[in-house]
C-alpha cells in the first residue's frame, strides 16, 4: 500500500543514507535549518524527508528519488572553530518512519519541496523463503562480527572493515549473545546501515529495494562482498 504527502520539505544528504526504524543525528547549516522552521511552521509540518545526492559524470548533483520520510525529534546548536570563523551548526535528531518515492519536485530553490508517496512492504515476513533468508543474513553477520582484530587487523582500517563498530554497537558482539530485531524489515535496514565498507550507492540500493526477500538478497550479498 502507499499514500501521497503534499509539499513536503526535502532535506539533502551527502555521504549518508537514512533507514527508517532508526534515530539519527544529522548535521545541517543554520540556514538550511532556518529554512526547515519557517517551512515546518508555516504548513504545520513535523516530519521531513530525507534523500541522498548523488554524483554524476557531468559533476552536477542529483537527488536519488527514493529516501526516508522522518519525524524531527529534537534538534540542538553548537560553535564550531573554521579556521579564524566561529560557525554555527545545527544537530537535528531524526527518527525515520518509511520509505517514499518522489513523485514531483514542487519547488528546488533555494530548498527542495516535493509531492511524495508513502512505501509500505508486501512481503509477509512469516513466509518460508523470508525466514531461511534471515537466518542466512543472521550467520553471515555473525561471522562477520567474530572476525578478530588480528583476522581482519590494519586491512580492515584501511578498507572498512564490515566487522565495524558501528555493527557492533548495533548487534553487539559474537562473543556475547547478538541482539537481533524482531523485524526482518528492520534487520536488514540496520544492516545496510552499520557495513562501514558500503559506498551511498550500495546503501541507497537497500533503501530503493522496498520488497522484503529481495532486500534481504541484496543485503546478504552485502555481507559477503
Given at each position: 500500500m502507499a499514500s501521497m504527502r503534499n509539499d513536503i520539505f526535502i532535506l539533502p544528504l551527502r555521504q549518508q543514507v537514512i533507514f527508517p526504524a532508526m534515530r539519527t543525528s544529522l548535521s545541517v547549516s543554520t540556514q538550511s535549518f532556518v529554512e526547515l522552521c519557517e517551512f515546518c511552521e508555516k504548513h504545520n509540518r513535523t516530519h521531513i524527508g530525507v534523500l541522498a545526492v548523488k554524483s554524476t559524470k557531468n559533476g552536477v548533483d542529483e537527488l536519488y528519488s527514493t529516501g526516508t520520510w522522518c519525524r524531527i525529534a529534537s534538534h540542538s546548536q553548537t560553535t564550531k572553530k573554521s579556521g579564524d570563523k566561529e560557525v554555527s551548526v545545527v544537530t537535528l535528531s531524526v527518527e525515520g518512519q518509511s520509505r517514499f518515492r518522489v513523485e514531483r519536485f514542487t519547488q528546488t530553490g533555494p530548498f527542495h519541496?516535493?509531492?511524495?508517496?508513502?512505501?509500505?512492504?508486501?512481503?509477509?515476513?512469516?513466509?518460508?523463503?523470508?525466514?531461511?533468508?534471515?537466518?542466512?543474513?543472521?550467520?553471515?553477520?555473525q561471522e562477520l562480527l567474530s572476525e578478530t582484530p588480528q583476522e581482519k587487523g590494519e586491512k580492515g582500517k584501511e578498507e572498512g572493515s564490515g566487522g565495524s563498530s558501528l555493527l557492533r554497537n548495533?548487534?553487539?558482539?559474537?562473543?556475547?549473545?547478538?541482539?537481533?530485531?524482531?523485524?526482518?524489515?528492520?534487520l536488514a535496514d540496520m544492516i545496510a546501515a552499520g557495513l562501514s565498507q558500503l559506498s551511498v550507492a550500495e546503501r541507497q540500493k537497500v533503501l530503493d529495494t522496498v520488497a522484503l526477500k529481495p532486500r534481504l538478497e541484496v543485503v546478504l550479498d552485502l555481507i559477503k562482498k
Open positions: 519541496v516535493a509531492n511524495i508517496q508513502l512505501l509500505e512492504e508486501r512481503d509477509a515476513s512469516d513466509s518460508t523463503e523470508v525466514k531461511a533468508l534471515v537466518q542466512s543474513v543472521q550467520q553471515s553477520l548495533l548487534f553487539g558482539s559474537a562473543s556475547k549473545r547478538v541482539r537481533w530485531p524482531a523485524s526482518a524489515s528492520v
